[in-house]
């Protein structure tokens, strides 16, 4: 299985961006978590959201509850993030994968496919 993350660019503080997360090819059956992680410059990478494929929970770190919403359509593999209101500190390389559960904010050690990540500057 390959995930493809998109979506990313410039956008001013209290702009919005759509990230979308494609998934192809087989192997995913046993993979329920789709996550959303981002690594800023010098940081580590953390835990953004992530969302259950078949029952649709989600999960929120605290830093951008009320903000962003991940969603998901299994007709197309693509599980999205919806970014509002979006500030400088949330300038990074975002990055979707895949893990077996969704159950609270998503660790990076609990998944294991990871696609390649889409750079999301927030910046004046």
């Known amino acids: 299985v390959q995930l493809q993350a998109s979506g990313g660019g410039l956008v001013q503080p209290g702009g919005s961006l759509r990230l979308s997360c494609a998934a192809s090819?087989?192997?995913?059956?046993?993979?329920?978590?789709i996550g959303w992680f981002r690594q800023a410059p010098g940081k580590e990478r953390e835990g953004v959201s992530c969302?259950?494929?078949?029952?649709?929970?989600?999960a929120y770190a605290d830093s951008v509850k009320g903000r962003f919403t991940i969603s998901r359509d299994n007709a197309k593999n693509t599980v999205y993030l919806q970014m509002n209101n979006l500030k400088p500190e949330d300038t990074a390389v975002y990055y979707c994968?895949?893990?077996?559960?969704?159950?609270?904010?998503?660790?990076?050690?609990?998944?294991?496919?990871w696609g390649k990540g889409t750079l999301v500057t927030v910046s004046s």
């Open positions: 969302i259950h494929r078949t029952d649709g929970s989600t």
């Open positions: 994968a895949a893990g077996i559960y969704c159950i609270g904010v998503p660790d990076i050690n609990e998944y294991d496919i």
């Open positions: 090819g087989p192997g995913l059956d046993y993979k329920f978590g």
